[in-house]
């Protein structure tokens, strides 16, 4: 029997029970004598709440309670932060003042025996509202310097950027702006809340289960051993199930005061105020170079909104330290308090919008240069990480530019804009590299070995869509040496063994790692005491099950090395110029990302992040009423996403064969995260190499382009 089920491209084990509905999400669990909670939201941005009158309210049919700050219990909000969750600033504390920080902000919580009863009662919870000078306007934000961090501090410098740009035969110094984007999962966020004495359990979308237990515990004071979470499937996420936003608190709330579960689903519009988003970002991005294209100074000065009461900060300009070779360096990063909601991670925070500014002023000199954009890019490719000063586990960047231009057919490409054409339709070409960092957390896992020469494999991870029921299956079989069928592996609670976040492309090297661990474990315990050395005839002579346990924790390689994974995307767009209208036509991406566990559901990763990119180019953007801070397109209707009419017929997706064995014991970098980084970067200098203009802001409609 071959044991090579690592690589394989298995379907997923969990495939038939999400298409036939058998897939359990977080709304989805039920509870005898539920009662149903909505949110009455604040319609200031900044001020304080005077009066609210319930009488009304309180009439309506089915209405059980209603909370606000003048009569829900007050809660200890015992200091926690996990990694999601910003260091500086505290979270809000949901219905324990009357003060107001932005627009959307829970201010009364109805509880009611029906979902339509809550939702009319809240719609007639009238407040009162003094309200303060509010800063909403991104746009004429104050940028500050940020509280201290070790990990990303605010401004870095290497050699010295104003004289290397001052000295430069050529420059480029321009300004991108990125809107606020939001996730907009298939699956809206839920939790169900339902506590026995003082122990209470949470079905919640989340992706990360052990965090909403800490997290909770820490605003009841209670032990996180007394509360449980799951959350076994989860309907998309990119980022916004992180954290434990207020929701999670108010639906334990509700259900401590009335007794009963409670459950609390978000509306699509709530999204948008709710729980976090990608921020509003302006970057400076100025280079400088010699007349044969070495990059001489890399100047990257960018702000980010945030909330007055936390400092959500994104790593803007990681990847600016290191993608290219450069003596002379420096990057700072500043925020802009705002009266909003706190920012939160999404797909590729900071590496995809720091490196759309950086792969478009890189386009932008080359064409100053006269240089191809690729050749460009691998005359500055480094040797070493130059900020870090270590040498790099592995880095396929110039393998990855190779046979993603020959795929492509870069070659054939007419350098001079607006030269291309497909009958009436100017033909753009663009590429941009993608990088992001290979992280890794501590985790768990179990296995079961049982008496009928199966397998179980347990973790509380987190699936919101990459495959993780699948691919720790395979880890698990292949380990194990028995077949896909024989191995079950589940997630989604906090009863198994704790997990990383499910965040960040780390679930694989992280859980995966944890799983092969204890198959390793079981494995060679098994054979130790058995008379034979197949593993499938060992287990079946059990006369008990057997389980072991086993605790995954990172080693010090990050110490000595610089871990990222790589890509080359290049699009291709067509621009009707009559009506400025850009499509993409097509899409090839090439990367390094280490051993790939299962070619089908990364593809799939990747195909994904390629049409994130695609909306966050062509399409996605929320527009602010400044006067409140009000989004005024919450809703799928009018914040534009891509559909399939909207994606290209080609979306190619390559992978190097790259064996990394420093990044973590199954040599995985991870791929959710670099899936969209780079896209939205080709996709504009496609525009330009198409229509001779260059758009800076995102996203380019057509009106940019008139």
Same mark, same amino acid.
């Not at 302006?282 to 400088?288: E, I, Y």
């Not at 759309?356 to 000199?365: G, N, P, T, V």
């Not at 992978?655 to 014991?665: A, G």
């Not at 190499?689 to 995102?698: F, M, S, Y």
């Given at each position: 029997?071959?044991? =090579?089920?690592? !690589?394989? $491209?298995l379907?997923? /084990?969990?495939g %038939?029970?999400? &298409?036939?509905? +058998? ?16 949110i ?10 005077v009066s ?26 015992? =200091?926690?932060k !996990?990694? $999601?969750?910003?260091? /500086?600033?505290? %979270?809000?504390? &949901?219905?324990? +003042? ?9 201010v009364?919580?109805?509880?009611a ?5 809550a ?16 800063s ?9 310097s ?6 990303h ?13 001052a000295?430069?035969e050529?420059?480029?110094?321009q ?29 919640d ?9 800490d ?21 998309g ?12 608190t108010l ?8 007794g009963?579960p409670?459950?609390?689903m ?15 970002t ?16 890399i ?20 990847a ?18 705002l ?16 490196i ?10 080359a ?7 690729v050749?460009l ?7 070493r ?16 530019y ?25 033909i ?11 992280h ?7 296995v079961?070995?049982?008496p009928?020469?199966t ?28 077949p ?20 960040g ?15 390793q ?5 098994i ?10 005839e060992?287990?079946?002579r ?6 072991t ?6 080693g ?6 610089s871990?990222?994974a ?35 559901t ?12 695609i909306?966050?180019?062509l ?8 006067r ?5 397109n ?16 080609e979306?190619?997706a390559i ?11 199954l ?5 959710g ?11 504009a200098?496609?525009?330009f ?10 996203p380019i409609?057509?009106d940019?382009l008139?």
């Open positions: 029997m071959s044991t =090579a089920i690592i !690589g394989m $491209p379907s997923r /084990v969990d %038939r029970k999400k &298409v036939t509905g +058998s897939a359990t999400y977080a709304a989805e669990f039920d509870q005898p004598g539920q009662a149903y909670a909505a009455a939201r604040s319609t200031i941005a900044a001020g304080r709440i609210i009158d319930l009488s009304e309210a309180e009439q309506a049919s089915g209405v059980v309670a209603i909370l606000t700050h003048q009569n829900a219990p007050k809660l200890p909000y015992r =200091a926690h !996990g990694d $999601p969750d910003p260091v /500086v600033g505290e %979270r809000l504390h &949901v219905l324990q +003042s009357n003060e107001v920080n932005h627009q959307g902000q829970p009364a919580l109805v509880v025996d029906r979902l339509e009863q939702l009319h009662a809240a719609s007639l919870v009238r407040v009162v509202y003094a309200s303060a000078t509010a909403t306007d991104a746009t004429q934000a104050q940028p500050v940020p509280g201290n961090s070790t990990t501090p605010s401004e870095t410098r290497r050699g010295d950027a104003d004289a290397g740009l000295a430069a050529v420059k480029v110094d300004t991108y702006v990125i809107p606020r984007q939001y996730h907009n999962p298939l699956e809206t966020h839920a939790t169900v809340a339902a506590w026995d004495g003082d122990k209470l359990t949470l079905w979308k989340t992706q990360w289960l052990h965090n909403v237990a997290e909770i515990a820490s605003v009841f004071d209670i032990s996180s051993e007394d509360v449980r979470v799951i959350s076994p499937f989860v309907g996420a990119f980022g916004a199930a992180l954290r434990t936003w207020p929701h999670v639906a334990a709330l509700a259900a401590r005061v009335v009963r409670v459950k609390l978000l509306s699509r519009r709530e999204m948008y105020y709710g729980v976090g988003y990608r921020p509003y302006v970057q400076r991005f100025a280079l400088g170079a010699s007349r044969d294209g070495r990059l001489t100074a100047l990257h000065d960018g702000w980010q909104e945030t909330s007055t009461y936390e400092e959500f900060r994104e790593s803007l300009p990681h600016t330290k290191f993608l290219y070779s450069c003596s002379n360096v420096y990057t700072r990063h500043r925020l802009a308090p009266n909003v909601h706190t920012p939160t991670y999404m797909r590729a925070p900071g590496e995809a919008s720091g759309f500014a950086m792969e478009s002023a890189m386009d932008e000199l064409f100053a240069l006269g240089i191809d954009p050749e890019r691998l005359r500055n490719e480094p040797t990480d130059e900020a870090q000063d270590r040498p790099f586990s592995s880095r396929s960047m110039q393998e990855c190779r046979l993603a231009a020959e795929r492509f057919g870069w070659s054939q490409r007419n350098p001079q804009p607006r030269s291309m054409r497909d009958g009436h339709k100017l753009g070409w663009g590429v941009a590299s993608a990088t992001y960092p290979v890794l957390q501590a985790a768990s896992a179990l079961r070995l049982l009928d020469g397998a179980e494999v347990v973790s509380a991870a987190s699936d919101m869509g990459p495959g993780t029921w699948t691919t720790m299956t395979q880890i698990a079989a292949e380990t194990l040496r028995l896909v069928g024989k191995v079950r592996f589940n997630l989604g609670d906090t009863k198994l063994p704790r997990a990383s976040v499910h965040g492309s780390m679930t694989t090297a992280s859980v995966g790692s944890a799983v092969q661990g204890a198959c474990k079981a494995r060679a315990s054979l130790a005491n058995a008379s034979t050395n197949d593993i499938a060992a287990i079946r059990l006369e008990h099950p057997y389980e346990l086993f605790h995954f924790t990172p010090d390689a990050k110490k000595r090395f871990m990222h790589f890509g080359a995307v290049f699009a291709e767009v067509a621009v009707d110029p009559d009506l400025c209208e850009a499509r993409v036509n097509r899409i090839v991406g090439s990367y390094g990302l280490g051993r790939i566990v299962n070619p089908k990364t593809r799939s990763q990747v195909i994904g992040g390629m049409v994130g990119g909306g966050m180019a399409m996605e953007h929320s527009p602010m009423d400044r409140n801070g009000r989004a005024v919450a809703n799928l209707a009018e914040y534009a996403i891509p559909v399939h009419a909207d994606n290209p017929p979306m190619e992978f190097i064969d790259e064996h990394d064995p420093h990044v973590n014991p040599g995985v970098k991870g791929v995260e670099i899936a969209i980084v780079g896209v939205a970067p080709a996709i200098n496609a525009i190499h198409a229509t001779g203009k260059r758009i800076r802001e995102l409609t057509p940019k008139l």
